[in-house]
């Protein structure tokens, strides 16, 4: 069990609904991230929080928006989306700001979407 | 060229048999390299940190040769639990925090 929890496992929308997906971690970490995977691809980095303050956003498309009210939850925002942002979205959390360089990023078990 | 660099596969090896896998990055100012491991349907999980010296953990070997920009994993006396795509991560260069995914190396170990 790596303390990072994904809702929901599987979710299918149609193009025109708005749904959210949520991560929490129970690691107490300081970082927390949203990847996105599509077949045959690399993951893919989109979002990046630390200490609640989001520091990265990967030229992810507007239809996506990110949402962290605290270093514990992580949510993602989905409205209009397109057949084509089908994909498996992973949450990870790290606990950054050691001096060790990159700290290990542990995965939820990720939210497997499909759009119509 | 694609930042981190790995053979798809899929390696299909014996139980017992060793098995090596490769990666190349581009950066060569990278400091943090990993291995993960992800199942099928599954999220990845870190399998070892891969430092500069080399390190061991059981069966599994990694090594690191900056010169080349390579990383290895060898796995020995496989077994049908490996089977699994083993993603090669990097970490970039102006963030401590952001890691570089490779699109992974299929292993398939049979009886």
């Known amino acids: 069990e790596t303390g990072v929890t994904q809702t929901p496992r599987h979710l299918v929308m149609g193009m025109t609904n708005k749904k959210s997906l949520k991560c929490e971690q129970h690691?107490?970490?300081?970082?927390m991230y949203w990847y996105k995977q599509s077949a045959k691809k690399p993951l893919e980095l989109m979002f990046v929080?630390?200490?609640?303050?989001?520091?990265e956003n990967n030229s992810v498309p507007s239809r996506f928006s990110p949402e962290c009210p605290n270093s514990s939850h992580l949510f993602l925002h989905l409205h209009t989306l397109q057949p084509e942002d089908s994909a498996l979205y992973l949450c990870?959390?790290?606990?950054?700001?050691?001096?060790?360089?990159?700290?290990?990023?542990?995965f939820g078990p990720g939210t497997r979407l499909t759009v119509l | 060229r694609k930042e981190v660099e790995q053979d798809p596969g899929p390696f299909n090896v014996p139980e017992g048999a060793t098995v090596a896998f490769n990666c190349t990055y581009s950066?060569?100012?990278?400091?943090?390299f990993f291995w993960y491991r992800q199942d099928c349907r599954k999220e990845p999980k870190l399998l070892m940190s891969?430092?500069?010296s080399g390190n061991e953990d059981g069966r599994f070997t990694a090594q690191l040769n900056r010169a080349s920009q390579y990383i290895s994993l060898l796995i020995r006396d496989s077994k049908l639990s490996d089977s699994a795509t083993y993603l090669c991560?990097?970490?970039?260069?102006?963030?401590?925090?952001?890691?570089?995914f490779g699109s992974g190396t299929r292993l398939l170990v049979r009886p």
């Open positions: 990870a959390s790290s606990q950054e700001g050691s001096g060790q360089g990159t700290d290990t990023q542990y």
């Open positions: 690691l107490g970490h300081n970082a």
């Open positions: 929080y630390n200490f609640k303050e989001q520091t």
């Open positions: 950066n060569s100012a990278s400091q943090s």
């Open positions: 891969v430092y500069s």
């Open positions: 991560v990097v970490n970039e260069v102006d963030s401590s925090y952001k890691l570089i």
